[in-house]
């Protein structure tokens, strides 16, 4: 089955850098987009980032400048570089990918389990 699985979270001082990784696996045949989203304690998920197939990227307002998404076609993955970390940063960040299977003749989305991202002095 098709799997995403995330890695790289971890504690950091604010203004720190973490670089997260994301694996997609299985019975894939195509990818459309992969995209990171974010949730902190008590608050909704929100979007972070996306990358398209063909290298196209946007941001969240409140990460533009400061995130960086890329991906590998070929290894099928996606990374978000994260600089000048902040508090409001704090998060469990998940990636997210459009996928077709070898199995369906149309896209599904999928999720990864999360990495926890924690900025704290």
């Known amino acids: 089955q098709v799997q995403l699985v995330e890695s790289g979270g971890g504690l950091v001082q604010p203004g720190g850098s973490l670089r997260l990784s994301c694996v997609a696996s299985?019975?894939?045949?195509?990818?459309?987009?992969m995209a990171w989203y974010r949730q902190a304690p008590g608050k909704q998920r929100e979007w972070v980032a996306t990358?398209?197939?063909?290298?196209?990227?946007n941001y969240a307002d409140p990460v533009n400048g400061r995130f960086t998404i890329s991906s590998d076609n070929a290894k099928k993955t996606v990374s978000l570089q994260m600089n000048s970390l902040k508090l409001a940063d704090t998060a469990v960040y998940y990636c997210?990918?459009?996928?077709?299977?070898?199995?369906?003749?149309?896209?599904?989305?999928?999720w990864g389990q999360g990495t926890q991202v924690t900025v704290s002095s």
């Open positions: 997210n990918s459009t996928i077709r299977s070898t199995s369906t003749p149309w896209s599904t989305d999928y």
């Open positions: 299985g019975r894939i045949f195509s990818i459309n987009y």
């Open positions: 990358i398209t197939s063909s290298g196209d990227t």
